[in-house]
């Protein structure tokens, strides 16, 4: 599947969309920071929320918890480093990797064992305030679409 992600915006609020291939909303993530705790809360059209990202604090990296329909899902931690960003990716399914251009989003998210799970792209559409994903129908759609606003959020903020 083929969705549309606004770019993050840093502030202390904002509400990010994701559009499916037809242009309509499918999910909307609510970016919150209150005291420095920032928290994510992906939400379907219905307005059922999915899954839950918060920073973990206190924490010289930059850390995050993903809880989604109330389980435990997965880590995602922004490590020092001078030149590139250096994010880890610890899920439930196992280990993700990044291979790309993460400064640019044209990257893909692979597995250990190399299979790609999704590939994002910048040049997938023409607005700049946006960016595409392709994800394959074997993996959670929504864990890697809020993987992918938290990895904006980080390298933003």
């Given amino acids: 599947m083929i969705y549309i992600i606004e770019k993050h915006l840093p502030s202390s609020y904002n509400v990010i969309d994701i559009y499916d291939e037809s242009g309509e909303v499918y999910y909307t993530i609510d970016s919150q920071m209150l005291l420095g705790q920032r928290k994510l809360v992906l939400s379907d059209i219905d307005g059922q929320n999915i899954a839950v990202a918060t920073r973990i604090l206190p924490s010289i990296e930059s850390k995050y918890q993903i809880d989604i329909e109330g389980s435990h899902s ?4 922004q490590r020092f480093s001078f030149f590139e ?5 610890d899920t439930e399914y196992g ?6 251009d993460i400064l640019n989003f044209d990257f893909s998210f692979v597995t250990s064992e190399g299979e790609e799970i999704a590939n994002v792209k910048q040049d997938l559409i023409e607005d700049e305030t946006m960016y595409g994903v ?10 890697v679409l809020i993987l992918l606003v938290i990895i904006d959020v980080m390298l933003n903020e």
């Fill in 74 to 77: 997965a880590n995602i931690i």
């Fill in 85 to 89: 960003p250096d994010i880890q990716i």
């Fill in 95 to 100: 280990k993700l990797y990044i291979e790309g």
């Fill in 134 to 143: 392709m994800i394959s129908d074997l993996y959670d759609e929504e864990l």
